[in-house]
């Protein structure tokens, strides 16, 4: 057995009934009562996760140091980043892969953070550190305690508990709020498709946040939510993972997030590569897929033309318990990257007919902030 990391709620998500699965080298809840329950649960009122397996690296310098740097990193544009605003970009390594996607938190221009997943925000730290010149660059991971709530009523939920109205923190911002004597950093970005919320705090409010806003939010139907719900909804959302959709091999664009893909004066890693993917396109990207026929999606299956041409391969894959069909991610041939282009992706030696779906499969409340 592999020596796993734990958050500091561990011992509360086994007080919970959680079941624990080994993630990314942690300890984590995959579900509390069932990943359908959970899911909807999230989609019609609201779930609580703990997050705290994430990273979170801060740098401060000089202004035009810390541009300069971050530019350098990362495929979207800093630059025109206010202060309180969040940004979802990524880390490239030297070859235009990624190293992570990330959100990065500009509190003023001398002074930022960045939200890194939980296998890579060493990797990430260290990547900063290798080209890092003159800035100061903290891994504080270990200080920070983050859960998130997301759901339809997160908002009404989480405002009554901490008696403040936050209506003002727009989607993708965040806001410094005092509460229990310290000073919590509170997002609004969202990773499962509906509105809420990030909360970074101390260890010890983190723990005693989490425990209260269960009990708070009872009423309201609040549930905790494991992983397993997590990914569903990440699905669903059609947000890309790392690990699945996205790996240190594949470019931004490759990877189906060249959205974020920008042009700039100071060029980041394989920046010719990767503007000339964002331009004409890459021979291979991500989009969305469905089952057409019954059956379960899942990462890894081979998918094939109608003339029987491997033209690809699944990223993620599950049933969706909002749409009760199979969905998935897949990693296929550009020319097949059109709406309800047929396909057939083989499951247990069975080609089943599949349409690509370009969109995400589900418009969650996250979308009206």
């Known amino acids: ?8 709620l561990n011992e509360v998500h086994r007080t919970l009934g959680a079941r ?14 069932s990943i359908i329950q959970e899911h909807l649960a999230t989609r019609t009122t609201a779930g609580l996760f703990d997050v705290s397996h994430m990273g979170e690296i801060f740098l401060t310098g000089k202004k035009e140091s810390l541009l300069t740097f971050l530019e350098k990193l990362t495929c979207n544009q800093v630059e ?18 990624l190293v ?4 990065i938190y500009k509190f003023n221009d001398e002074k930022y953070m960045i939200c890194s997943n939980a296998s890579n925000y060493e990797a990430v730290y260290a990547h900063l550190l290798k080209y890092n010149t003159d800035l100061k660059i903290t891994n504080e991971s270990a200080n920070w305690h983050q859960i998130a709530i997301q759901g339809t009523k997160a908002n009404e939920i989480f405002s009554k508990y901490v008696g403040q109205d936050l209506e003002d923190i727009g989607y993708y911002k965040f806001k410094l709020i005092s509460f229990k004597g310290e000073q919590m950093i509170v997002s609004r970005t969202g990773y499962t498709g509906e509105d809420g919320f990030e909360i970074y ?19 309201y139907g609040l549930v905790p939510v494991g992983l397993g719900a997590r990914d569903t909804l990440r699905l669903e959302a059609k947000y890309a993972l790392y690990g699945h959709e996205l790996n240190d091999e594949r470019t931004p664009v490759e990877s189906g997030i060249g959205w974020i ?13 990767i503007i000339s993917q964002k331009k004409n396109g890459a021979d291979y990207g991500v989009t969305g897929i469905k089952l057409t026929e019954a059956g379960v999606l899942r990462e890894n299956y081979s998918v094939y ?21 199979g969905i998935g991610l897949v990693y296929i041939k550009k020319n097949f990257i ?20 370009i969109g995400n499969f589900i418009k969650g409340s996250v979308r009206k902030k």
């Open 201 to 219: 705090s101390t260890i010890p409010t983190g723990l005693q946040i989490w425990s209260e806003l269960l009990e708070f939010g009872k009423s």
């Open 100 to 103: 992570d996607d990330i959100t």
């Open 261 to 273: 893909v920008k042009e700039k004066t100071n060029p980041y890693f394989a920046y010719e590569k």
């Open 80 to 97: 025109p980043m206010h202060d309180f605003q969040v940004q979802y970009n990524a880390v490239l390594n030297e070859n235009g892969g």
């Open 338 to 357: 059109k709406n309800d282009t047929i396909v057939f992706v083989e499951i247990r030696g069975a080609k089943k007919r599949s349409i690509i779906q």
């Open 1 to 8: 057995m592999e020596n796993l990391k734990v958050t500091p």
């Open 20 to 33: 624990m699965v080994p993630f990314g080298g942690w300890d984590m809840p995959v579900q509390y009562t």
């Open 305 to 325: 033309d109608d003339a029987g041409n491997l033209i690809g391969q699944t990223t993620s894959g599950s049933y969706s318990p909002s749409l009760k069909e």
